[in-house]
């Protein structure tokens, strides 16, 4: 079982920038996959990015690409989101997901834990 905690959301203005992290228990995290995902009011989930578990390889939504950087220290057992020109259609809750293969990508349905969410306002 993996327990997966998102902290680091908040209010920004457009063009500014926020960090995510997302804290996860257990001793075999540098083999789980990782992935943020996000949802605003009134949409469905969509996929934001995406680690494989030894951080090689990398995958971004279009709508973020250049702008938003995954990463993860399995030492620490944590993923970040490292989010920069935000703008208001940023604006979401942002959920980690642990995934036990080696890489989900964008895929929802391969992700087997999931965090409870981080709030992310961006204002005009």
């Known amino acids: 079982q993996v327990q997966l905690v998102e902290s680091g959301g908040g209010l920004v203005q457009a063009g500014g920038s926020l960090r995510l992290s997302c804290a996860a228990s257990?001793?075999?995290?540098?083999?789980?996959?990782m992935g943020w995902f996000r949802q605003a009011p009134g949409k469905e989930r969509e996929f934001v990015a995406a680690?494989?578990?030894?951080?090689?390889?990398?995958d971004y939504a279009d709508s973020v690409k250049g702008r938003f950087t995954i990463s993860r220290d399995n030492a620490k057992n944590t993923v970040y989101l490292q989010m920069n020109s935000l703008q208001p259609e940023d604006t979401a809750a942002y959920y980690c997901?642990?995934?036990?293969?080696?890489?989900?990508?964008?895929?929802?349905?391969?992700?087997?834990?999931w965090g409870q969410g981080t709030q992310v306002t961006v204002s005009s």
């Open positions: 680690i494989s578990a030894s951080g090689a390889t990398t």
């Open positions: 257990g001793r075999t995290f540098s083999s789980y996959a």
């Open positions: 997901a642990a995934s036990r293969t080696f890489y989900a990508g964008s895929y929802t349905s391969l992700y087997d834990y």
